[in-house]
T-cell receptor, first 114, second 114 residues
Framework: DGGITQSPKYLFRKEGQNVTLSCEQN?????MYWYRQDPGQGLRLIYY???????QKGDIAEGYSVSREKKESFPLTVTSAQKNPTAFYLC?????????????FGPGTRLTVT | AQSVTQLGSHVSVSEGALVLLRCNYS??????LFWYVQYPNQGLQLLLK??????LVKGINGFEAEFKKSETSFHLTKPSAHMSDAAEYFC????????????FGTGTSLTVIP
């Protein structure tokens, strides 16, 4: 089955540590995205990548970093500079069908930093 | 710039009653509009999308939405609520020109009362 996998489902870290969230897709989609979700705030875009070796900052990129070395993979690193990293993180990818881009989501990773 | 506004962060309906979740959009170009559903601790699943082919769009699980340009609205409806419909619902818009960036509303939490 094709899809987007995110691992792990739950992640716990101590304050001051960097942590990397995994996102892999086998849908052959060109574009990939990272969102942060907090209660009552919907989804906020952290980074997105339209092609390999290229990515752009979203609305809340500070304290995060990404890489896109392979089409299938778009890992997100939450650095110690991120002041409030505890959140639910969603990875997505998109493809153009019949002239419209459709976005598909992974199951998410819940990060708790104490 | 594109944006969506979801009126009502929480909606409660009785089982069997009509479900109406409101979404208004702002777009400088003809928009592509989407509704997603999210169950607790899961990713988002696409319910339906508006692509300008038809103003009334039918989606999965008995949901439908009507695009009304004069009202800049794309409200989601379902004639008869089921307990399994209890979830968070997100309206989203993408840029009709590039199409590859998505803007989400803050979500509406639907409670179904038995």
């Amino acid at each position: 089955d094709g899809g987007i996998t995110q691992s792990p489902k739950y992640l716990f870290r101590k304050e001051g540590q960097n942590v990397t969230l995994s996102c892999e897709q086998n849908l052959n989609h060109d574009a990939m995205y990272w969102y942060r979700q907090d209660p009552g705030q919907g989804l906020r875009l952290i980074y997105y990548s339209q092609i390999v070796n290229d990515f752009q900052k979203g609305d809340i990129a500070e304290g995060y970093s990404v890489s896109r070395e392979k089409k299938e993979s778009f890992p997100l690193t939450v650095t110690s500079a991120q002041k409030n990293p505890t959140a639910f993180y969603l990875c997505a990818s998109s493809i153009r069908r019949r002239g419209i881009y459709e976005q598909y989501f992974g199951p998410g990773t819940r990060l708790t930093v104490t | 710039a594109q944006s969506v506004t979801q009126l009502g962060s929480h909606v409660s309906v009785s089982e069997g009653a009509l479900v109406l979740l409101r979404c208004n959009y702002s777009s400088s170009v003809p928009p592509y509009l989407f509704w997603y559903v999210q169950y607790p601790n899961q990713g988002l699943q696409l319910l339906l999308k508006y692509t300008s082919a038809a103003t009334l769009v039918k989606g999965i699980n008995g949901f439908e939405a009507e695009f009304k340009k004069s009202e800049t609205s794309f409200h989601l409806t379902k004639p008869s609520a089921h307990m399994s419909d209890a979830a968070e619902y997100f309206c989203a818009v993408s840029d009709g020109n590039t199409g590859n960036q998505f803007y989400f509303g803050t979500g509406t939490s639907l409670t179904v009362i038995p």
